[in-house]
């Protein structure tokens, strides 16, 4: 589904030159999994941001099925950003002004989803979600796992191919962040593509494949066999 | 620690520099505007005040009758009388209506018209005790051929010298010997002189109220008991029982300070300001101050999310609140001390336009009294150190150190409701100043597209200096008329635009004739002014009994119901030949009065203006020729006017105020706006994440741009709804001054409403433009 070949991404400041992304090749299958691992700033929120078409690279290709996303411009990107990724942050991003159910809304209200089929839809993921006797609260009243529940659902409310997640349980305690891994995984088995973040060995053993950036490039991949063979 | 706050507060000032320019900026442009209007306002109070006796010094007025006006002069009899029996009255000086006239003033041959030489008592330097330069106050005014001088006056026939004992000859008759020459003082008067004499009548019974009387009164009494004084020993008078007339008459009683602003009497030769506009320019310049200072507030609030982590790290490592407190109250110091002097430069540099504007010579450099004016701005700076630093100092000083510390710094509510407030206020009187504006100018283009009732244009007028020439002026007139371009020629007492005016009070067939103002006129005036009859005729020489006809005005055909006598007799056995329309006298404060017009004769005032209709082409030579033809009559220099020139007077205080108020309504506006920049730019960077968040879910620069107008639309909005209410009550009471007036209708304010609407959504567009473009990364990265 992603095809992604010698990506570059240079950070410049007045005074130096930062080569965050140094020739990145890689592919990620419909369906699949994959975990980005590696010390900080090799680069691996980064190649995130560019995958989610929240930053520019300097150069190379960047497929998706068979759109080449680098050539399209700040509104084609954001409408296709809107139509088909959803995100997951570390620090959630909930916008604090608006309740759990308007938070989940938004995405749809800026893809002009008819108000009905709005609330049908945002129903149907909190319900999912687990977190209906919330949906009137603000985010401050939440919990840390309860608002990273609020942001997953938002990311998936739009039924978007592909949820890039930067983190995403970085700012909550164990038991909550398996609770958020354990929802990617079934969110992954009904055929939802994720590529993750992580610091956390423990969150990319989750994954289907592990991808360990340094500096700039790929220096490994593992396929992670516990979880493929589950998978088959 | 002062030490150690001022560098910090200097760095900090310098490193931001265009956000302090602007700040500075701001706030000195409101206070150069308010240090112009105040210097404005002090002058227009000040008239009189040179003078230590001034608040004991009274100007008589009369009311003949309670419906009557009140007039400022009354007979000369009047002030002995009281003297006699009121011990508070210490003495009083008195000058006649007579002697305020110009008179050309000649040493050799260097001839000069002097406007204002007053005939007074000789006790007058004890009431206004002007500083001698040369001769003595007491022994200056102790016979008929003496003269004091101003020292301006002096100047132009003597130079520096020492005048006195000198001659002067005036209006080519009557020798003057120099008697003394005092300095002008250094506030303005009520009346204008350029010098003294000794005045020409010793009283002329108490039929003749044409003198202007002023008491010096004991130190300590109360006005409101003095005029009852007064006006108990005025009915108790033996003058009473003779004339019974008198004993409806009610004496009023001015301060001498307060006749400039306050007087209330109507024919008044003073000269007159308006209270009610130096009253609204200040008002109006205090609020561009307090919106100056909400602008300082807002832009070092916007800014000081840069120095939310500078606030924390101090109060980790100790600092107290009120440590921190003072710390911003120096930053604010020092930049509103810097907007001073920077106020100043601007003020200085601009005052030649308000000076030009309102007709004065106004300065900094050389203001009459600096003490005042530096206890004044002192106390203003003080308000506007703590007004303008005050609240953000407070606001910065209140930042959690934890919270600073880890970068959460956004929003408390509170503080979001006070600069929503703060910049609603300005738009508050941002649109209240539009709407005034727009409604000044609607009133002044009404005034001077009002129909005035005659033709102004084109009509040349000057004084007869000769009173002989005005009894044989057929003659003459003859020889006007042949001039080539001269239409018309005539004579009037009162030309439209002179405030002055004869009213008398009489009887026909048992019924009162009140109020009645009268003008003297020569046939052919109404030609000269073009003011045809609407009914009957004009004065015509082919009438000869024209000449003890009268004409009315269609206001005295209401008042006193002439429908009928039209073409019989009326008072004075005077038949009534025709009526004109109304026309506009005295101004547009002022309704047409019931007016009557004579041909000079036996028992009217004289008519010594002659006017002149005047064909359009050659002027320069019809003027030269007018202007040998006369000198050939009187030996004097040939002055004119223009009819529509002097009649512009009566409003041009109504045009200046309208300049102003557009110099008041763009700098408002642009404070204001310079305002709405900075919270836009704050409202961005406090949002900036949730933007980002927003575009991450997909929405657009337009969706950006919607979400945060909305947000300020809001409060321009309901800015809106308090200022429209606010500016129309405003207005329609400025405009109830005024007998001519436009009518107030929606547009001003729905321009108004809708050029603020505009104003920001274009401001906070252009702010949240650069944020609502940026790469949502960008964005996000914030935090």
Same mark, same amino acid.
């Given at each position: ?94 916008? %604090?002004?608006?309740?759990?159910? !308007?938070?989940? #809304? &938004?995405?749809?209200?800026? /893809?002009?989803?008819?108000? @009905? ?55 909550? %305690?164990?038991?909550?962040?398996? !609770?958020?891994? #354990? &929802?990617?995984?079934?969110? /992954?088995?009904?055929?939802? @593509? ?39 | ?783």
């Amino acid at each position: 589904m992603i095809k992604i070949e010698n990506l570059e991404k240079v950070y410049k400041t007045e005074e130096i030159e930062t080569t965050a992304l140094n020739g990145i090749n890689l592919h990620v299958k419909e369906g699949e999994f994959v975990s980005i691992m590696g010390p900080s700033g090799c680069g691996k929120s980064t190649l995130l941001n560019v995958m989610g078409l929240l930053d520019k690279p300097e150069s190379g290709s960047y497929k998706f099925i068979d759109t080449e996303l680098l050539k399209l411009n700040d509104r084609e990107r954001s409408n296709f950003r809107k139509r088909n990724m959803g995100f997951v942050f570390q620090n959630f991003n909930l916008i %604090d002004e608006l309740t759990v159910f !308007e938070n989940i #809304e &938004l995405p749809l209200i800026y /893809n002009k989803v008819p108000a @009905t089929e709005r609330k049908r839809l945002v129903n149907e993921i909190i319900e999912r979600m687990n977190i209906v006797n919330r949906s009137g609260h603000f985010p401050q009243q939440l919990s840390g796992g309860q608002q990273q529940r609020v942001a997953v659902a938002r990311a998936l409310v739009t039924k978007p191919k592909l949820v890039l997640a930067d983190e995403p349980t970085g700012n909550l %305690d164990s038991s909550h962040g398996n !609770e958020v891994m #354990e &929802l990617l995984c079934e969110l /992954n088995e009904t055929g939802t @593509t994720i590529v993750m973040v992580t610091h956390s060995s423990h969150d990319a053993s989750f994954s289907n494949r592990i991808i360990n950036l340094k500096d700039g490039h790929v220096i490994s991949e593992k396929i992670n066999k516990g979880r493929t063979e589950e998978l088959i | 620690m002062f030490r150690l706050n001022l560098k910090i507060a200097l760095r900090n000032l310098w490193k931001n520099k265009g956000y302090t320019a602007l700040n500075i900026f701001g706030l000195s442009v409101g206070l150069a505007g308010f240090i112009m209007i105040l210097l404005f306002a002090n002058n227009e109070k000040s008239y009189d005040t040179w003078n230590p006796n001034a608040k004991n010094i009274y100007r008589l007025s009369i009311k003949w009758a309670p419906d009557e006006e009140e007039y400022s002069s009354s007979p000369a009899e009047l002030a002995p009388a009281l003297k006699e029996t009121l011990p508070e009255i210490l003495d009083y000086g008195r000058f006649y209506v007579w002697d305020m006239k110009q008179r050309l003033v000649s040493k050799g041959k260097n001839e000069i018209y002097v406007d204002h030489i007053m005939g007074v008592d000789s006790s007058w330097f004890k009431l206004f005790p002007y500083k001698f330069i040369y001769g003595e106050a007491s022994k200056a005014l102790l016979s008929g051929n003496q003269v004091v001088l101003s020292q301006k006056t002096s100047e132009q026939f003597f130079g520096k010298t020492n005048p006195v004992g000198q001659t002067l000859q005036v209006d080519k008759e009557k020798q003057y010997i120099v008697s003394g020459v005092y300095e002008e003082p250094n506030t303005p008067e009520h009346m204008e002189f350029d010098g003294f004499i000794k005045k020409s009548s010793k009283g002329d019974g108490w039929n003749n109220g044409n003198f202007f009387t002023y008491l010096l009164i004991k130190e300590g009494i109360d006005k409101h008991t003095l005029k009852k004084k007064i006006n108990q020993a005025f009915q108790r008078m033996p003058v009473i029982k003779e004339k019974t007339w008198l004993k409806t008459a009610e004496v009023f009683i001015t301060p001498v300070p307060d006749i400039y602003l306050h007087g209330t009497s109507a024919q008044d030769p003073a000269k007159r300001g308006n209270a009610v506009i130096v009253n609204m320019l200040l008002l109006f310049s205090g609020l561009l101050l307090v919106i100056a200072c909400i602008n300082f507030t807002n832009l070092s609030i916007a800014q000081s999310v840069k120095r939310a982590k500078e606030t924390g790290v101090r109060k980790v490592l100790g600092a107290g609140k009120r440590n921190l407190i003072t710390y911003f109250l120096t930053d604010s110091a020092i930049q509103c001390i810097v907007a001073l002097l920077l106020a100043f430069v601007l003020a200085e540099v601009f005052m030649p336009v308000l000076n030009n504007l309102m007709d004065l010579h106004l300065s900094l450099l050389n203001y009459e009294n600096p003490g005042k004016l530096i206890l004044q701005i002192s106390v203003v700076m003080l308000a506007v150190v703590i007004l303008a630093g005050g609240y953000s100092s407070f606001f910065l000083s209140n930042y959690e150190p934890v919270k600073v510390l880890k970068g959460n710094f956004s929003r408390s509510t509170g503080s979001l409701w006070m600069r929503k407030t703060l910049i609603s206020v300005q738009f508050i009187v941002a649109t209240v100043f539009m709407v005034s504006l727009m409604i000044i100018r609607q009133q002044v283009t009404y005034i001077q597209n009002q129909d005035v009732g005659f033709n102004k244009d084109h009509v040349l007028i000057f004084k007869i200096r000769n009173g002989e020439n005005r009894v044989n002026f057929d003659q003459i007139k003859r020889r006007l008329e042949k001039i080539n371009g001269v239409e018309a020629v005539s004579r009037v007492n009162y030309y439209p635009g002179v405030k002055g005016m004869q009213v008398i009070g009489r009887e026909f067939n048992g019924q009162s004739v009140q109020n009645l103002s009268v003008v003297t006129v020569d046939f052919n005036y109404f030609q000269v002014m073009g003011m045809p009859a609407q009914t009957g005729r004009v004065f015509s020489e082919q009438f000869g009994t024209d000449s003890t006809g009268i004409v009315v005005n269609e206001s005295a055909v209401k008042k006193y119901g002439l429908q009928k006598l039209i073409g019989s007799k009326w008072i004075e056995d005077r038949t009534i030949v025709g009526v004109v329309k109304d026309h506009i006298q005295k101004g547009m404060e002022t309704a047409a009065e019931p007016t009557a017009f004579v041909i000079e004769g036996r028992g009217t005032n004289g008519a010594e203006n002659v006017v002149l209709k005047i064909k359009g082409q050659h002027l320069q030579e019809t003027i030269a020729e007018i202007k040998k033809t006369w000198e050939s009559v009187e030996p004097f220099l040939f002055q004119y006017t223009w009819l529509d020139q002097s009649f512009a007077n009566v409003y041009v205080q109504y045009v200046r105020l309208d300049k102003l108020f557009n110099i008041f309504t763009y700098v408002t506006l642009s404070i204001a706006v310079l305002g709405l920049f900075s919270l836009a730019s704050f409202t961005v960077q406090e949002r900036t994440r949730e933007i980002g968040v927003r575009k991450v879910l997909g929405a657009e620069t337009g969706d950006i741009l919607q979400l945060v107008n909305k947000g300020f639309l809001i409060l321009v909005i309901i800015a809106n709804l308090i200022a429209v209410p606010l500016a129309y009550i405003l207005s329609s009471n400025w405009l109830s001054g005024f007998a001519y007036r436009t009518t107030i209708t929606v547009w001003p304010f729905l321009a108004a409403s809708i050029i603020s609407v505009a104003i920001t959504i274009v401001t906070v567009s252009l702010q949240t433009y650069k944020t609502a473009r940026a790469k949502p990364v960008d964005a996000l990265k914030y935090e």
